[in-house]
Every structure is written in structure tokens, then in C-alpha cells.
């Protein structure tokens, strides 16, 4: 999408920006590890839902994803604050990182866990589906304009539905922890309204935004009966592949969309 706007391409920025943001992500998900250990015991994991079971699974102490954690925390903001010294990366590139590696932590650790109290979801889409979209042009772009905010809006809308398909999976054991997500604290239709129009909303977003490109529309309505598909299997069945078929198919025709814009 930078590119197709007209952003000039610097192997050494999107390698270091790319680096950085791998190893916060990296950590982000080990602190995940660790403060997940009791849940993910419970859980009955899909390729989708559960939890990885790699704590589980390999007897290793959880500390030592917490230990993995904050290492890989140093080494991702060390190259970032490298990267941005040396005229590679803007401080906003910075700032976005600092708040996605906050709100990342925050997901599970004190003193947010906004997962444990019914914000997890909203938290998890915006950094996965929203700010690291933003994070990656403002990399290669050099700065945070109003499309790539508005562009990312629909996948992260989907990204929400997703996270609440595949925590009503683990529902049952995250109650038995006390890890009050959104779908253990509202009831199973007011779930369902809020999938429907949520859903609703992406696509409506995607007709509505005048910025994208006709070809970028219509690639997208293409996945809506996948996405009616996530709404009618939502509740009705543990395994939450509808929903993640959607985002993912979702990203996958907005990638191409926007590579034969710009190869074009």
C-alpha cells in the first residue's frame, strides 16, 4: 500500500524496522506463554484456539518465557533506537512500537491483563490488525497518513470477530482460571448482534472509504460469504476456522489488491 502510494523502497529501513518488530511481537507472545500456563492446561487446542501447549508440552518452566520475553523486549527497542538514530526509522515508527509493545504486554500481564477483564479482544485486534499495518507503512512510507488508518479498519474489525470466535473456544477454562474475556461476560445473542454487526460494519466500511480502489472493493466483497459462514457457525460449534478463514482471506485479497495496483 506504501508503495502504491508512491513511497520509495530502502532494503535497510524495512529490514530493521521488520527486525524490531519481529522480536517485540516475539516477546509479546512469550509474555502471553507465561501468563496464560494455568489456562492453557485446561484448554483443548485446535490450530486455531488452546493456546500452543509449548510450556505444557515440553515441561519447561514458564518463567523462562517470561526471561524470553524481556530479552527479546531489550534487543527488538536496542535496534529500533539504533535504527532511529541513524536516520532509518521516524520517531512516529518509534512511538507506534513503544504503544503496540505496551498494549501487547498489557494483553496478559499486570497491571492492564485487559484480557482477563473483557478488553482483550478489542486490544488483540487493534495491535495485530490495525496498528501493525500502520507500523509497517510508516516504515516503508516514512510517515502515518489517513488512508493507511482508514484501510486497516476493515481487517480489524474482522480480526475482532476472529478473536471472539476463538476465545468462545477456550470460554469454558478461561472461566475456570478467572480470565473473564469479553464472550464469558456478555450472553450468547447479545455475542451474536455484535458479530453480525461488526461484520456489517467492515464491509460497509470498505464500500463507504473513498480511497480504496474499485479493484480493492470488489477483491474484498469476494470474502463476505466466507464471513457469513463465521457468522453462522459463531456459537455454534467450538472450532473457530470459519472466522480465521475470513481474516486471513480477507488480508490475502487486500495484499494482492494493492501489489497489482502498484506493479500496475
Known sequence: MALARGASWSSLSTLLGLGAAILVCVSIHFGNEYADYETDKLTKRTPYSGGSGALQDSGLDKNLALSGAILAMILG???????????????????????????????????????????GEIDNALLGAWLLPIYGYSVIHHRVDTLIMAAAAPFAMLAFLNLLATHWADQEADRAVGKYTLVTK??????????????????????????????VKLSSFIV???????????????????SVFAMVAFLLVQIFSWGYIYVS
Open 77 to 119: 527497542f536496542t535496534i529500533a533506537f539504533f535504527a532511529f538514530l541513524m536516520g532509518h526509522l521516524t520517531l512516529q515508527v518509534l512511538t507506534i512500537l513503544g504503544l503496540a509493545a505496551f498494549f501487547g504486554w498489557g494483553y496478559s500481564l499486570k497491571p492492564l491483563k485487559l484480557a482477563w477483564r473483557g478488553w
Open 186 to 215: 456478555i450472553s450468547i445473542p447479545q455475542l451474536r448482534i455484535l458479530y453480525l454487526l461488526t461484520m456489517l460494519g467492515a464491509y460497509t466500511w470498505v464500500h463507504w472509504h473513498s480511497q480504496y480502489s474499485p479493484l
Open 224 to 242: 463476505v460469504p466466507v464471513s457469513l459462514w463465521g457468522f453462522v457457525s459463531f456459537t455454534k460449534q467450538h472450532n473457530p476456522a470459519p
